[in-house]
């Protein structure tokens, strides 16, 4: 049983292009969650979702950034026009259900997004 | 929304010696306190969780302490080995839904020959 499978491991963009990461979540997972760590800081969520709904995005940034989960295929995280200051590693998380007594969140390995 | 600190932010000892790491949080409705342990260059990996309806929970070195009343959890590792050095970060689930965590800032806990 595959764990959750972020790529690519590393990315690397010019400012103004787009960066597209990519996570497949746990087989049987339907529950997809984003976070953020900042160079040498915690992990910041970003955004929840299940197949074809985004169920909570309170923590995206209000420009540039989108996320889906379609009914087939993988999740994506797409930041437009990147900045320095999107450079960060970005982790994706997985968990069987939207139930409060499900078990972990179990992550990948994460994309280390480096903008030049 | 819930709002986790930690601390401390580095914390070094002595082989052999305990290490501990305090977490607050802010929702009293938070039912689920993941710890993760995070190397280098390396995805979180969960070490110990605990509930809310359980005040102590213990795996062969690793520990953890709940006070609902407080709001406080702790992570109380004995006996510490070189391997056990890493970043240490603490989580609360809240009452967003789902499995969404709100972590501490770290601790990055060196163990020293």
């Known amino acids: 049983n595959a764990g959750v499978m972020q790529n690519p491991r590393h990315l690397v963009r010019r400012r103004g292009q787009e960066a597209r990461l990519r996570c497949s979540p746990m087989?049987?997972?339907?529950?997809v969650y984003w976070y953020r760590q900042l160079p040498e800081e915690g992990l910041k969520f970003m955004v929840y979702l299940q197949k074809e709904n985004i169920i909570d995005e309170s923590g995206m940034p209000k420009e540039r950034f989108s996320a889906e989960f379609p009914k087939e295929g993988p999740s994506i995280l797409r930041i437009q026009q990147v900045v320095r200051g999107d450079s960060a590693a970005y982790f994706c998380a997985s968990s069987p259900s939207r139930n409060r007594d499900s078990t972990e969140a179990f992550f990948g390995q994460g994309t280390r997004l480096t903008v030049v | 929304g819930e709002n986790v600190e930690q601390h401390p932010s580095t914390l070094s000892v002595q082989e052999g010696d305990s290490a501990v790491i305090k977490c607050t949080y802010s929702d009293s409705a938070s039912n689920y306190f993941p710890w993760y342990k995070q190397e280098l260059g390396k995805r979180p990996q969960l070490i110990i969780d605990?509930?809310?309806?359980?005040g102590e929970k213990k795996d062969q070195r690793i520990a953890v302490t709940l006070n609902k009343t407080a709001k406080h959890f702790s992570l109380h590792i004995t006996e510490t080995q070189p391997e056990d050095s890493a970043v240490y970060f603490c989580a609360a689930r809240g009452t967003g839904g789902g499995n969404k965590l709100t972590f501490g800032t770290g601790t990055q806990l060196k163990v020293e020959l």
């Open positions: 605990i509930r809310s309806n359980v």
């Open positions: 087989k049987g997972h339907s529950h």
